[in-house]
């Protein structure tokens, strides 16, 4: 008979019991032994307990990638509390609507209140409460030395994770994890991490791969290596001095760190490397194709799938050579295609990606708020693809971002690929605008561009680029150079909103 599996804040505490003095956390310098961090969690949650967190009450985490931010949501499963990690450059309008849905017994992070531009007597701005009903402690808060850092009473969280989504589209909703916080340490085995090993994470624990991967290093007795802001030799650097083995990131980390590698490969040792995953976007074929050459086929693999995890592709890089822009094989849970009609798309032909967890598995994950796009038991969440014969996933785009152009299918993410094989090229961002001459085109490429410092690529240049790739009615109509990064630390890009952004500054400039 198998050993029950314990809570992870059980396991933690276990983990520091056997290897005291062994890293366990660090940050900007800092390192956390296995002993300090359990102690210090001990006592954080204590704090929180008297601030009125308990069993199964949420606790939302608005901070940086940080020591603190770890530590946060050790206490929470400590408590049996549940850890709901929102991105801490979150408007106020997104923090309230994603809080509403569920209101937490703790805010750790941000005080109950926000700054408003008006001043008040002493010169400083007044406050007006974000969530005056909310207890909260601000960042870098600090417990009472007061209170015991021993060992708590085993608590079992009801749901080990809560993730926010969808505040951007103003349909916000929370994805609590199917299970409780009774994680096993081999949830990390399927994607080839070990136990040992040194994990970097470069991406915001705010989200879903970040906090994952996090999850999976304090559990297999990893070296769990954060870094609180990403920026390509910060990036490269951790991983030559830590000796990373294991590591999971997303496309726009890889895109703008190749061209400081390649500008001095002598300066960083990427040997250490045995597992590099990358997910949550799609990936340039061209900066891809840069990664296998640079660490070797075997060490790099990609996964797709949701924060709902209904079901899951891999594909490793001996794979993708041969199989290429894929995002892999179904591994866990079932994926078919639909056209528009329900029915199944035969190989090769795009539709619309939907899973499920497989026969006979429990629920995956619960909705809090807005719910997903079904078809009988079926969950899509808006991609765009198809499976070739041989039974590979390829994704096209999502279906939002899709447009048309005179009546024919247009994918921005295909455009970006395209234009990401440019070597000054460091991020890309394509949306459809109105076509701006009235025409019967309906909508048309607009193009956003960052450059790498010193770059003279204009517009003519991005657009002759393209054309020698792209079918002509797909080239950008217009290109806009940017000089700051497109996408955040996490590969996501707020598409919508620069649509409509870019569409206001048209309409501001026509004429009345």
Known sequence: ??????????????????????????????????????????????????????????????????????????????????????SARLPDAELQGLLELRPPALLVGREGDRQLGKAGRSGSPTRQPIHPEISSVPIGFTPDLALSDAALPEAVSPVWKAMGSGGSTGRPKLIESGGDSRVPAAIGYPL???????????????????????????????????????????????????????????????????????ADPDAY??????????????????????????????????????????????????????????????????????????????????????????????????YVGATAKSRDGWDSLGDLGYFDADGFLYLSDRRVDMFTVGGRNVYPAEIENALSAHPDVLSCLVVGVPDPNAGDLGQVPYALVHTADGSTLDADGVQEFLRERIAGYKVPHTVEFVDTPLRDDAGKARRSAVRAEIVARSRATEPA
Request: proline share 9%.
């Open 1 to 86: 008979m198998s050993e029950p599996v314990l809570p992870i804040g059980t396991q933690i505490s276990a983990l520091a019991d056997l290897a005291p003095d062994e890293p366990a956390l660090s940050c900007d310098g800092v390192t956390l032994t296995r002993r300090e961090l359990d102690r210090s969690t001990n006592r954080l949650a204590r704090a929180y307990a008297e601030r009125g967190v308990g069993v199964g009450d949420y606790v939302t985490i608005v901070l940086p990638n940080s020591i603190e931010w770890i530590q946060a949501a050790v206490a929470c499963w400590k408590l049996g509390a549940v850890p709901q990690p929102l």
């Open 192 to 262: 080839g991490a070990q136990p040992g090993d040194t994990t970097l994470v470069p991406v915001p624990l705010s989200h879903n791969t970040g906090f994952t991967t996090a999850t999976i290093a304090l559990l297999m007795r990893h070296h769990l290596v954060v870094m609180s802001r990403f920026d390509p030799h910060g990036f490269l650097q951790l991983i030559s001095d830590h000796r990373v083995t294991f590591l999971t990131t997303v496309p726009t980390i890889m895109q703008r760190s190749l061209p400081v590698y390649q």
């Open 269 to 366: 040792d990427l040997s250490s490397i045995r597992r590099f995953w990358h997910l949550g976007a799609p990936c340039p074929p061209a900066i891809k194709e840069s990664w296998i050459d640079l660490l070797g086929p075997e060490k790099v693999w990609e996964l797709y799938g949701g924060t709902e995890l209904q079901a899951l592709t891999f594909i490793s890089g001996d794979q993708w050579l041969t199989h290429r822009g894929s995002v892999g094989v179904v591994v866990s849970g079932e994926m078919k295609v639909l056209d528009d009609d329900g029915n199944p798309c035969p190989p090769g032909v795009v539709g619309e990606v939907y899973m499920r967890p497989g026969p006979g598995s429990a629920p995956t994950y619960r």
